[in-house]
T-cell receptor, first 115, second 112 residues
Framework: DAGVTQSPTHLIKTRGQHVTLRCSPI?????VSWYQQVLGQGPQFIFQ???????GRGNFPDRFSARQFPNYSSELNVNALLLGDSALYLC??????????????FGPGTRLTVL | KQEVTQIPAALSVPEGENLVLNCSFT??????LQWFRQDPGKGLTSLLL???SQREQTSGRLNASLDKSSGRSTLYIAASQPGDSATYLC???????????WGAGTKLIIKP
């Protein structure tokens, strides 16, 4: 069975541009979460979606937005890119919320570099 | 506000040694705690999940314990191998929501 997949693997953008990152969860998983990981630090929570509804939002500016589609895949959009947005963006899926259903499985990440 | 701390930040040991990685959290109201492994520039691999009602979980040479009352978890790695070299992160799911809150990780190097 395929795990969590993310595209693209790497991305280089310039300041002020817009970027869209994509994630496909494990088959049967209904929750997708997005995390930002800056080099040398632990990941920071950005969004969580469950059954296509936003269930949580981290402390990120409104330039960050996301959505989940009927097939449970998800997009993360970042507008007006800043140098500080350079990071590894991780997508995780879980079968549900709470208890063992919340065990999260991660994709390989998208490495975003903003020049 | 929940905070997660991992000590030490880096650890280097000879192959074959047993070792313990530490994770502490400030609020004992958690759903569960997960241990992950991250290889350089890569995504995260889930190692063990401990529910708040459990005391420990085992998988192969790995054993994770949880003491909610003291806000601590340990990851025990038996008979370490060079392939165990990676950064190990712990993350808790708070009782108030389902997002993960992370430590900064322990970078482990196993010397052949």
């Amino acid at each position: 069975d395929a795990g969590v997949t993310q595209s693209p693997t790497h991305l280089i953008k310039t300041r002020g541009q817009h970027v869209t990152l994509r994630c496909s969860p494990i088959s049967g998983h209904k929750s997708v979460s997005w995390y930002q990981q800056v080099l040398g630090q632990g990941p920071q929570f950005i969004f969580q979606y469950y059954e296509k509804e936003e269930r949580g939002r981290g402390n990120f500016p409104d330039r960050f937005s996301a959505r989940q589609f009927p097939n449970y895949s998800s997009e993360l959009n970042v507008n007006a890119l800043l140098l500080g947005d350079s990071a590894l963006y991780l997508c995780a899926s879980s079968s549900g919320l709470g208890g063992s259903y919340n065990e999260q499985f991660f994709g390989p990440g998208t490495r975003l570099t903003v020049l | 506000k929940q905070e997660v701390t991992q000590i030490p930040a880096a650890l280097s040991v000879p192959e074959g040694e047993n070792l313990v990685l530490n994770c502490s959290f400030t609020d004992s109201a958690i759903y569960n705690l997960q241990w992950f492994r991250q290889d350089p520039g890569k995504g995260l691999t889930s190692l063990l999940l401990i529910q708040s009602s459990q005391r420990e979980q085992t998988s192969g040479r790995l054993n994770a314990s949880l003491d909610k009352s003291s806000g601590r978890s340990t990851l025990y790695i038996a008979a370490s191998q060079p392939g165990d070299s990676a950064t190990y992160l712990c993350a808790v799911t708070p009782g108030s929501n389902y997002q993960l809150i992370w430590g900064a990780g322990t970078k482990l190097i196993i010397k052949p």
